[in-house]
C-alpha cells in the first residue's frame, strides 16, 4: 500500500520561495505505472492542479502557475519536490502530493500540508 | 482552457437520491473521475472512468457520463454522505490536469 507524506515549512514570507518535498513509501517513483501530481486548496475553497511528474522526468504546469513553479524528483531519496517563487497571500493553502494512475486517476494523496505566506 | 462546472451545493433529504452535474462541452469523449472530501481530510475516489467503483465505496454511488455532462449520482442517501464532491478530467491536448469547481452535498 502506498503512502504519501507532505513536509515542508509551514510558514513562509511574502516573495520567498514556497519548498516541499513528497516521500513517498510503498512504491518506487521511478515506475512507469505511475506518475506524480501536487494539488493544493486554499481555505474554504477548491481543489487546483499544480503541475506533475513523470517518471520520465518530464513535467506539465497549470498555466496559471507555471511562471513560478518548478517539480523535480530525487530518485535515490525517493521522493519529489515543489517550488513556488516570489509567494503572496495568494498561496496559502492547504498542499496535496498525489499518485496518479495510467488513466490520469489520483489515486493516492498524502494527508496534505498547510503552508501559510505572511 | 479546460473548466468543469458543476452546482456549489445540492441538498437532498436522507433516503434519496442526489445527482452532482459536471459541465462542459463533449465531457462525454474524456474519462471522468470523482472525489469525495470530508472536511479536514484529503480526497478519495468514489468513481472512476465516468462509472466504475474502487473496491470499499458502496454501490450507492454511481456515475455515468454522456454528450456535455458527467453525472455523480448517490442513492439512497445517508448522513455520511455529506461532503464536497469534484469531478476530474485529463485534457489529452495540453497534458493538464483539470478539477471540477466542486459541489457541497448537504443531507437534510
Known amino acids: 500500500q502506498v503512502q504519501l507524506r507532505e513536509s515542508g515549512p509551514g510558514l513562509v514570507r511574502p516573495s520567498q520561495t514556497l519548498s516541499l518535498t513528497c516521500t513517498v513509501s510503498g512504491g518506487s517513483i521511478s515506475s512507469h505505472r505511475f506518475s506524480w501530481s501536487w494539488i493544493r486548496q486554499p481555505a474554504g475553497k477548491g481543489l487546483e492542479w499544480i503541475g506533475h511528474?513523470?517518471?520520465?522526468?518530464?513535467?506539465s504546469y497549470n498555466p496559471s502557475l507555471k511562471s513560478r513553479v518548478t517539480i523535480s524528483m530525487d530518485t535515490s531519496n525517493n521522493h519529489f519536490s515543489l517550488m513556488v517563487n516570489s509567494v503572496t497571500a495568494a498561496d496559502t493553502a492547504v498542499y496535496y502530493c498525489?499518485?496518479?494512475?495510467?488513466?490520469?486517476?489520483?489515486?493516492?494523496w498524502g494527508q496534505g500540508t498547510l503552508v501559510t505566506v505572511s | 482552457s479546460y473548466v468543469l462546472t458543476q452546482p456549489p451545493s445540492v441538498s437532498v433529504a436522507p433516503g434519496q437520491t442526489a445527482r452532482i452535474p459536471c459541465g462542459e462541452n463533449n465531457i462525454g469523449l474524456k474519462s471522468v473521475h470523482w472525489y469525495q472530501q470530508k472536511p479536514g481530510q484529503a480526497p478519495v475516489v468514489v468513481v472512476y472512468?465516468?462509472?466504475d467503483r474502487p473496491s470499499g465505496i458502496p454501490e450507492r454511488f454511481s456515475g455515468s457520463n454522456t454528450g456535455n455532462t458527467a453525472t455523480l449520482t448517490i442513492s439512497r442517501v445517508e448522513a455520511g454522505d455529506e461532503a464536497d464532491y469534484y469531478c476530474q478530467v485529463w485534457d489529452s491536448s495540453t497534458d493538464h490536469y483539470v478539477f471540477g469547481t466542486g459541489t457541497k452535498v448537504t443531507v437534510l
Open positions: 472512468d465516468d462509472s
Open positions: 511528474l513523470y517518471a520520465t522526468g518530464r513535467t
Open positions: 498525489a499518485r496518479v494512475t495510467g488513466n490520469a486517476l489520483f489515486q493516492s
